[in-house]
């Protein structure tokens, strides 16, 4: 994840080294003093003090440049994300639920950066650590040996229970995407849960009570297991003071000087081997987002590309749209649960007003999404203007649609449509919408977006309208507007877009705008029939037949 220079990288890295070398050499000239005595004193003092300068110096730099690394790579990370998320085909989005999503992007982010914030310490820690023993193996090859045989037994014991510890993070991540779910249920569902106080009973003490404590569970086992390991380093570390100075001093011919630099070496590792130990579950925290983002799937190469925003064939022109026998199959956890689009096959001409009708959970939403590229067909193909859509082409293919869907999101902003005419167009609208007394337009952002479900479906029909899309989709928009509003959009804007040439397809109930549409398609299990209407509008002429229309 590192995205910065590699430079600056490099200069940290060494400034950390220089920080635990520096220490190292301070630690070296305590024991000098203390063998020597008085002699000389000036020397040393000038060394002493100078090495405290530079270590004090160097690691103030490292912490600097790397801290400064981490939040650039932060900020890429941030970045990163919603491009991949963006760029992963809707199925799998959804498949992965918007509660691990909001996870990844809050959680998981935030433990990548923390891992990377304790690298500074890490490289300091690490080089006094590396230095205090290269002194040690100096003033005696034997007690260094005895220094490294502890140290290595103790992290193959430490290893264990941090091991269980890594194992209990990673249930305890699995358990705050349920938590997650809960969360959204708490604002997303706040009214419902008001208004019922059984269900709101049932909510509390069981689902989220029950997901809250599995997490403090699992998290107090990571938090013993990583206790047990630090406190087992900790008695390593006493036990290795002990050895020291009553096994070795009496069993081997010691030099007073190696038992001095002895003690001093060990009572100085005493805060490096700490620092790793603490710094190792923050680290474990921030492997086990990295594979929960691998986890999610989305697409590894970034697919958003100036090139790939251009619509398929140019906007200016007109095309057919031509859906060959595709079929999608939304797969439930059973059999029982799943269900079958198609197979269909459907041609709409260049702008052409064609109606979807059909009851619940008869297709329309989906076939609207197939028809749009969010999802890709099981069988079957899609062309426009001839031209076969693949997975090369299919965002260029997006770029030709504006739509509406029942539960669309409401931007703050026009995004990127903020043109003089554009925003002149935007007024007018917000005029016909009746939406000029409740919010203004300033530099291509609405006052306000805190509106009625009805007027934020016109202020989404408006942000679409202003698109200039050679298609239009639009799904059950009139669902929740007074007839005036239904009036506005069925006899005033289709019209208006088809007589600019636009392709208009929309989803609807209303059977008493039904002779408006040149084409009224009705879905039924999945399988389309469809009717023409007279120009007379004194009747309807069935279409060709059943799934080919």
Known sequence: MLHASKATVALSVLAGLIAGGSTAGVMTYINRALENGPGNIAALASIFFGLCFISILSGALSVTLLSRITQDNLYELRLWLCRRILATPFQQIQRCGLHRITAALTEDIGSVATAQQVLPDLFIQGSKLIGALVYLGVLSPKLLMLVLVFILGGLFCWRLPTKWAWRSLELVREAQ???????????????????????????????????????????????????????????????????????????????????????????????????????????????????????LGLTAVDTESDSAAKPLNG??????????????????????????????????????????????????????????GLYVPDEGSLKFGGELITDENREAYRQNFSAVFA???????????????????????????????????????????????????????????????????????????????????????????????????????????????????????????????????????????????
């Open 177 to 295: 995407d349920v938590l997650f779910g809960h969360f959204r249920a708490v604002t997303e569902g706040y009214k419902e849960l008001k208004l019922d106080a059984r269900r709101r009973h049932a909510f509390l003490s069981h689902d989220l009570s029950n997901t809250a404590d599995i997490l403090r569970k699992r998290h107090n086992n990571a938090n013993l297991m990583l206790v047990i390991a630090e406190r087992w380093s900790h008695a390593l570390y006493f036990i290795l003071i002990g050895a020291g100075l009553f096994l070795v001093s009496r069993t081997e011919d010691m030099p007073r000087e190696a038992l001095t630099g002895f003690t001093l070496v060990v009572l100085f590792i005493g805060e490096p081997l700490s620092a790793v130990v603490q710094v190792a579950p923050i680290i474990g925290k921030g492997v086990v987002a990295l594979k929960n983002l691998e986890a």
């Open 315 to 372: 906007a200016a022109q007109p095309s057919s749209l031509e859906l060959l026998g595709i079929s999608y199959k939304y797969k439930g956890d059973d059999e029982d649960s799943s269900y079958r689009l198609g197979p269909l096959s459907l041609h709409i001409a260049p702008g052409e007003l064609v109606f979807i009708t059909g009851g619940n959970g008869s297709g329309k939403t989906t076939l609207a999404l197939l028809i749009l």
């Open 407 to 549: 539960d669309s999101y409401v931007f703050d902003s026009l995004l990127g449509y903020t043109s003089d005419d554009v925003i002149a167009r935007a007024n007018e609208l917000l005029v016909l919408l009746q939406l000029d007394t409740k919010l203004q337009i300033a530099d291509g952002r609405f006052s306000t977006v805190d509106l009625s479900r009805g007027q934020r479906k016109r202020l989404a029909l408006l942000t679409a309208y202003l698109a200039d899309r050679p298609y239009y989709v639009f799904d059950e928009w009139a669902a929740e507007q007074d007839p005036e509003f239904r009036d506005v959009f069925y006899l005033e804007m289709l019209p208006e877009l088809k007589a600019r040439g636009k392709t208009v397809i929309v989803i609807t109930h209303d059977d008493r705008y039904f002779y408006l549409s040149d084409r009224l398609l009705r879905l039924t299990m999945g399988q389309l029939d469809g009717y023409r209407f007279d120009p007379d509008m004194t009747g309807q002429i069935p279409a060709i037949e059943s799934s080919h229309v």
